[in-house]
């Protein structure tokens, strides 16, 4: 045992121990990376099943069509006449459309205010009584008079209309159905799903006249095609990253593709081959919808309420009609009516590749761990690095030659270290507030400035440390170590709960990891600076919007509108854990360590 003791020691002070978590880093960063890419293959991922035996999607026979047709193009014609009349009015036409099919109706007035807009209007919504329920749980069926591209959504009013109908006359439902109908896509179905749940700000949003019980699932229609279609799209992107109960999309898929013969489709790739390329193509466009957190449809709003909803979009030129979009709805809600409990069996973390093929969490988190592994690794072999003596004089020799049996460390100096790391994170605040709470007007100025702002701070903070506090090579070491422990730690909990925020922002955030001062390697300097400047958060904003030809106002506009209605969070995981572990890096690059503070009774053994 002694002798253990005694090589355990001699690895203990080896230097070359604290050679190795640059290298360490740098392989979880690689394998992280790598297993992502991984992913895709059989061996990886899998065909997706039913897990709820209760819902037997495709089982049962749809009566949907025939004179329903001519419902249809009865109901199609008179929302044509509402295309030019207000919210209001058309929530009167359809109000007396609704009362005369015998079912009971509600409408809720809302208004929100975001980036200097209001956004306001009137939901309409009528409650089918089930037959053979006790009014304890209820599924909705949305259509939104226009979609997210602000187009008419015609055909999806029309066909929800005569659905509402059609459902009357069967005896069949278990469960209520509500049929909601919203101005817009994305505030209308929240101020309604938030008022459903008590959980609205009555400032803003009116109560509901009406009500049902628990809600097991909805399903939205965005039909704004006029012609006849081959496939349905299926969007399934919740906000935040959430996604529905894997059973609900696998239903859908199951009632259209298998039992209509329609094709499907998942994150608009219109033409899917189910190789390799087309998968990887399908999980990185879903993972940046998650990353993103943006709401996706009216469907996106019910989510966060454990309310499993999907949108259903037709799309391409077929043979189709709205009566097999009908016929998908009614499959779609009769398996809905078989549920005894909410879908819990299947997934609720997974990446979908394929309609037919996903990958689960177990197998994709650790892609995202390592990457955040990363950090915690270099956090760590900065503590350390900052215990040891930094003077490499000919005494330092002759005393570690003397102390054979032990560790000469030197006591830690954390003032300003801390002091510097929850400066950061305070000053994080500022960009958040100011993005989130500006006018529309003001948001391409005021990040115009910012931008400016951002590439001269590190300098001015830099300088300011230099000049005035004269921080030595610990106190650089333990500032990174900080802002290292603080993104690794933000990074592994967030991955848990959208996994492709923390990869894409812990990927972005990998060259701080090998960053240090460079006081006299003025090439190496400029070099490390100018990486940092282009992986800065406002310029990684700026090059998306240029390849993806977006505005710069659009975007920060849409982002203070998530951040207002429906809670967004990616903002705060930009603004306080990417930019201030950014800033902290930047300041350590252009950083000048001063000599260490000599005084007696500093240095310990251990």
């Not at 993972?287 to 993103?292: D, H």
Request: proline share 5%; aromatic share 12%; hydrophobic share 45%.
């Amino acid at each position: 045992m002694p002798r253990l003791l005694a090589s355990a020691l001699r690895i203990r002070r080896d230097p070359r121990l604290l050679k190795l978590p640059p290298y360490l880093s740098a392989l979880c960063i690689l394998v992280g990376v790598v297993w992502l890419f991984l992913l895709p293959l059989d061996d990886y991922s899998r065909r997706t099943y039913i897990s709820e035996n209760a819902l037997l999607p495709g089982q049962v026979h749809t009566y949907f069509g025939g004179s329903d047709q001519n419902v249809f193009r009865a109901y199609k014609h008179e929302v044509n006449a509402l295309v030019d009349k207000s919210n209001f009015e058309i929530n009167d036409q359809l109000e007396s459309n609704v009362k005369g099919i015998g079912l009971k109706v509600g409408r809720q007035n809302f208004t929100y205010s975001s980036a200097g807009n209001d956004y306001s209007g009137q939901n309409f919504y009528a409650l089918l009584k089930a037959p053979r329920g006790d009014a304890t749980e209820a599924i909705v069926l949305v259509a939104a008079w226009k979609n997210t591209k602000e187009e008419l959504n015609r055909n999806g009013l029309a066909l929800l209309l005569t659905l509402a109908r059609y459902f009357k006359r069967w005896s069949l439902w278990s469960k209520d159905i509500i049929f909601l109908v919203t101005p817009d896509s994305i505030a209308g179905p929240q101020a309604w799903v938030d008022a459903y749940h008590d959980a609205h700000d009555s400032s803003r949003v009116d109560r509901l006249p009406l009500k049902s019980g628990a809600l097991q699932g909805a399903i939205a229609i965005d039909y704004t095609q006029e012609r006849r279609f081959e496939s349905v799209h299926i969007i399934y992107d919740g906000v935040n990253g959430q996604l529905p109960n894997l059973d609900l999309i696998n239903s859908v898929s199951n009632i259209a593709g298998g039992q209509m013969g329609m094709g499907v489709a998942i994150q608009e790739m219109w033409r899917h081959d189910n190789k390799y390329p087309d998968r990887l193509r399908t999980m990185l466009r879903g993972m940046l919808k998650q990353g993103l957190g943006l709401a996706s449809g009216p469907h996106s709003s019910f989510i966060p309420y454990h309310v499993d909803a999907v949108t259903l979009q037709p799309f391409g030129e077929g043979w189709q009609d709205e009566m097999a979009m009908g016929r998908v709805i009614e499959g779609t809600f009769r398996s809905l009516n078989n549920l005894l409990e909410h879908l819990h069996q299947s997934f609720f973390f997974y990446l979908l590749m394929h309609r037919d093929r996903f990958v689960s969490i177990g197998t994709y988190l650790p892609s995202a761990m390592l990457v955040a592994a990363n950090f915690t690794i270099m956090a760590i072999a900065m503590w350390v690095r900052s215990g040891q003596p930094e003077e490499s004089s000919e005494a330092a020799k002759k005393t570690e030659e003397t102390t054979s049996n032990s560790a000469a460390t030197v006591e830690r100096d954390l003032f300003l270290p801390l002091g510097f790391v929850t400066g950061c994170q305070f000053l994080s605040v500022v960009p958040l507030y100011l993005f989130n709470h500006a006018p529309e007007s003001a948001l391409t100025p005021l990040f115009s400035i910012f931008t400016i702002v951002n590439l001269i701070l590190p300098y001015i903070l830099s300088h300011v440390l230099i000049t005035y506090y004269r921080p030595t090579t610990q106190q650089y070491q333990m500032i990174r170590s900080f802002s290292f422990l603080l993104l690794g730690m933000f990074l592994s909990s967030l991955a848990t709960l959208n996994f492709s925020l923390s990869l894409i922002v812990g990927v972005l955030s990998t060259p701080l990891t090998f960053m240090q001062p460079w006081p006299h390697a003025r090439t190496m300097r400029v070099a490390c600076s100018a990486l940092l400047n282009i992986i800065a958060p406002p310029m990684v904003l700026v090059i998306s919007a240029l390849i993806w030809k977006l505005d710069i106002t659009g975007i920060l506009k849409e982002a203070a509108f998530a951040w207002d209605v429906y809670g967004m969070y990616a903002g705060v995981v930009v603004w306080c854990v990417w930019w201030p572990a950014w800033l902290a890096g930047s300041v350590t690059v252009l950083g000048t360590p001063a000599p260490p503070k000599r005084s007696k009774g500093k240095d310990k053994t251990v």
